[in-house]
């Protein structure tokens, strides 16, 4: 009988939830986006993970919150979360808030659809295909394929698999035992996810070849060269090479036309990982970095990174038009890509995939596309690499501050040298002293709240800053206080 009664009415409070909507977008707008971005405010509130849990109070309980209990909790967790689009927010290769992208970002949560059949998802479907052929055209490609994916990692991954489908495609079937032992290169500095991948794919990472670089961190082909003959000489089959377009570090672009012969020489898929660097081909001026990219087999882009669209967007992009993608990844389930749809079933793209429910990540690109245009973009991606001009040149002028690597993108990575260590390089506890320098001006920042920027350790190099600023919403005041505030925070050091 209770059960009969329950289903008399419905479960959800509509009105309730729209009144609970209404007051969460309110705090929302306040609290993440108008304070996030104010620069007299802080970019995180730091708090130990003890304390933090308290605070939060995150169990679990059986009975429900009143409304405005819940609203606070909102109010806390945009307080006690990085703000990202912060303008003293330097720490990732991604930063700032696009208020259109966010909307799309909205609008996308709303409607919480699955990009993989036309049934279920006829704008984005349409959509995703526009965006995808704008992004092939900037590469340079006329025809193509491609998807939005999880993330550039997962993009890196999916070129591998295609690659090697590409060449072997009985392995998708018979598996690895049914192929040569696989050989993978790429160069010393590329992004982790290159040997995440050979590991996830069964490849195993001890058949990645690590390629030499050059003193700005490029991939040197001569190097590649030798490497693809010793791992012949070692009865390996070499089918994948990746070339990296802005590395996460140093920023460095590889000579992908020159690395382009070499795979060309020996028939080697060559997959560019422009998940940082692909937007400079937005601008004019700077897309000569990515000189060559039109010869790669696959790309992988995140504007997610550089154009700000916000977590995740990321692009794997292919040359290959006649359905590679479709014939290495599909499983043709009949309860969701039926044979007899009433409409054309090639619409329905989600079994070129390696998952089944996709997130919808094509929509806040486009919107941020149509309300800033091509030209808006460009000017986007110009400004940042001026930012990054004029904090290299400042760089230069301030006692104390050391560039590691000139930089050509807009990575600027840089040592700070406190006083006590000035003048004292020929020490031999110099280097030791000297790696110790960022690790603890980034804790007295974070405690602080002031700003956030990263650092590593990088070869023989011991920890130094990187820096990146992708958020056009940064000004110069900004960048001065940037400088200003790791001398402030260093100089005791
Ligand atoms: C060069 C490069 N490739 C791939 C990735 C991975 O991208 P994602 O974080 O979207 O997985 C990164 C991330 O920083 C990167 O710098």
Not at 43 to 66: A, M, N, R, T
Not at 83 to 91: E, G, L, Q, S, V
Not at 95 to 105: E, I, V
């Amino acid at each position: 009988m209770a059960e009969h009664n329950a289903l008399l009415c419905p479960a959800l409070d509509k009105v309730a939830g729209e009144e609970f909507l209404q007051k969460a977008f309110q705090i929302m707008l306040e609290e993440g986006v108008r304070k996030g971005m104010d620069a007299s405010e802080k970019v995180c509130d730091w708090k130990e993970p003890e304390e933090l849990q308290q605070i939060l109070d995150l169990d679990l309980k059986d009975g429900g919150e009143p409304q405005e209990r819940l609203l606070d909790r909102c109010r806390d967790v945009i307080r006690y979360s990085v703000k990202t689009c912060h303008p003293r927010f330097f720490n990732q290769l991604f930063s700032g808030l696009d208020p259109h992208a966010l909307a799309g970002r909205l609008i996308t949560e709303m409607l919480n659809t699955s990009q993989y059949t036309y049934e279920i998802a006829p704008v984005f479907v349409l959509m995703e295909e526009v965006v995808l052929k704008k992004l092939r055209e900037l590469i340079g490609w006329e025809e193509g394929d491609g998807l939005f994916s999880p993330g550039g990692s997962i993009s890196n991954m999916y070129a591998m698999n295609v690659a090697r489908y590409h060449r072997f495609p009985d392995c998708k079937q018979k598996g690895n035992w049914a192929i040569p032992k696989l050989a993978v290169f790429t160069s010393q500095e590329c992004h982790y996810s290159i040997q995440k991948g050979a590991a996830f794919l069964g490849i195993g990472t001890d058949n990645i070849y690590l390629v030499a670089v050059d003193e700005k961190g490029k991939m040197i082909p001569a190097d590649l060269e030798k490497k693809i003959n010793q791992a012949k000489s070692e009865r390996a089959f070499p089918f994948f090479v990746n070339a990296t377009c802005g590395t996460t570090v140093l920023g460095a672009f590889d000579p992908v036309a020159e690395i382009a012969e070499v795979c060309a020489r020996h028939k080697i898929w060559l997959h560019v990982d422009a998940a940082w660097g692909g937007s400079a081909l937005l601008s004019q001026r700077h897309r000569h970095l990515l000189n060559g990219v039109e010869r790669a087999d696959s790309v992988a882009w995140n504007p997610h990174k550089m154009l700000m669209t916000g977590l995740q967007c990321s692009a794997f992009l292919l040359r290959d038009n006649s359905g590679l993608l479709q014939r290495c990844h599909c499983a043709e389930a009949t309860y969701l890509f039926q044979t007899d749809k009433f409409y054309n079933r090639a619409y329905d793209r989600g079994d070129q995939t390696i998952q089944c429910g996709r997130k919808v990540d094509c929509f806040k690109l486009w919107l941020m596309w149509k309300a800033n245009g091509t030209r808006g973009l460009e000017q986007r991606v110009d400004r940042a690499f001026a930012m990054t001009r004029y904090l290299a040149d400042e760089i230069k002028k301030r006692e104390g501050f050391q560039l590691v690597i000139e930089p050509e993108f807009i990575n600027l990575c840089f040592w700070y040298v406190p006083p006590s260590l000035r003048g004292k390089e020929g020490c031999t506890d110099y280097c030791l002293r000297l790696g110790k320098v960022a690790p603890m001006i980034k804790e007295r920042m974070m405690k602080k709240g002031s700003m956030m920027v990263s650092y590593q350790p990088l070869g023989n190099r011991v920890n130094f800053f990187r820096q990146v600023v992708t958020n056009p919403a940064v000004t110069r005041e900004d960048l001065d206080f940037f400088l200003d505030e790791i001398e402030r925070l260093g100089r005791d050091l």
